[in-house]
């Protein structure tokens, strides 16, 4: 699955894309908001449905058959403060608005709920793992390494934070590291400097987790920002 973008925006906690055309099935480890003044369809679970704006929560199953210009893709870093809000308010199922709703209107809607990490995590460790991440201290390590740092085993620290977050070590750190690579690329560092800035060994390694995680190509991101 490729989705193939317009421009991309990167924001604290979430990434901006602009789609142009229909995007196969498949799943995100990032829930989404798609919001869109004109009409788009979107298949979930064999049934399409057709609205302007639509929350989508993380590793549902899902294609969109046709989207505009118009339309906005949010992907949401998780186990950000409106990570939670999503996941609290719709559990696993998808919402599609029939009526537009902008973007900013959903998210402020979202934010009413007041929930943080903080609140929803209730180990020292994993909040400190979290907040090491966010500011970029451990990007350049591996789930083994931040585990030894920890006093855990790697299997022990997996099940841990898979176990306090509902996402495993190894994808969100993984997630973080797009993220970072993303930035780097809409600066106008080439793929190979943003790979490394981003932590990953090389420029081929960050294109096979971005196809993977995310499905955007970077080579499409290159391309459309200038």
């Given at each position: 699955m490729n989705i193939e973008v317009n421009n991309?925006?990167?924001?604290?906690?979430?990434v901006v894309l602009k789609?142009?055309?229909?995007?196969?099935?498949?799943?995100?480890?990032?829930?989404?908001i798609i919001s869109g003044t004109n009409p788009f369809k979107i298949c979930i679970n064999g049934q399409i449905r057709e609205g302007r704006s639509a929350i989508i929560?993380?590793?549902?199953?899902h294609?969109?058959?046709?989207?505009?210009?118009?339309?906005k893709m949010l992907l949401i870093m998780p186990l950000t403060n409106l990570y939670f809000q999503i996941?609290?308010?719709?559990?696993?199922e998808c919402i599609i608005y029939e009526q537009y709703y902008s973007v900013d209107e959903i998210i402020s809607e979202l934010n009413s709920s007041c929930i943080t990490y903080e609140k929803v995590i209730d180990d020292k460790r994993v909040i400190e793992i979290i907040e090491k991440i966010n500011n970029d201290t451990y990007l350049d390590k591996s789930v083994a390494e931040i585990a030894k740092l920890m006093n855990l085993s790697e299997s022990r620290l997996e099940h841990l934070f898979s176990e306090k977050t509902g996402i495993r070590l190894k994808h969100y750190l993984l997630l973080h590291k797009l993220r970072k690579a993303y930035k780097q690329v809409c600066e106008g560092k080439s793929i190979t400097e943003a790979?490394?800035?981003?932590?990953f060994a090389d420029s081929s390694h960050l294109a096979v987790v971005s196809k993977r995680l995310?499905?955007?190509?970077?080579?499409?991101?290159?391309k459309n920002n200038d």
């Amino acid at each position: 699955m490729n989705i193939e973008v317009n421009n991309i925006f990167m924001i604290d906690d979430y990434v901006v894309l602009k789609p142009h055309n229909s995007v196969e099935s498949h799943c995100h480890k990032m829930p989404h908001i798609i919001s869109g003044t004109n009409p788009f369809k979107i298949c979930i679970n064999g049934q399409i449905r057709e609205g302007r704006s639509a929350i989508i929560p993380s590793d549902v199953e899902h294609s969109i058959v046709s989207m505009d210009d118009s339309a906005k893709m949010l992907l949401i870093m998780p186990l950000t403060n409106l990570y939670f809000q999503i996941k609290d308010r719709i559990k696993s199922e998808c919402i599609i608005y029939e009526q537009y709703y902008s973007v900013d209107e959903i998210i402020s809607e979202l934010n009413s709920s007041c929930i943080t990490y903080e609140k929803v995590i209730d180990d020292k460790r994993v909040i400190e793992i979290i907040e090491k991440i966010n500011n970029d201290t451990y990007l350049d390590k591996s789930v083994a390494e931040i585990a030894k740092l920890m006093n855990l085993s790697e299997s022990r620290l997996e099940h841990l934070f898979s176990e306090k977050t509902g996402i495993r070590l190894k994808h969100y750190l993984l997630l973080h590291k797009l993220r970072k690579a993303y930035k780097q690329v809409c600066e106008g560092k080439s793929i190979t400097e943003a790979a490394y800035e981003g932590g990953f060994a090389d420029s081929s390694h960050l294109a096979v987790v971005s196809k993977r995680l995310l499905g955007i190509s970077v080579s499409d991101v290159i391309k459309n920002n200038d």
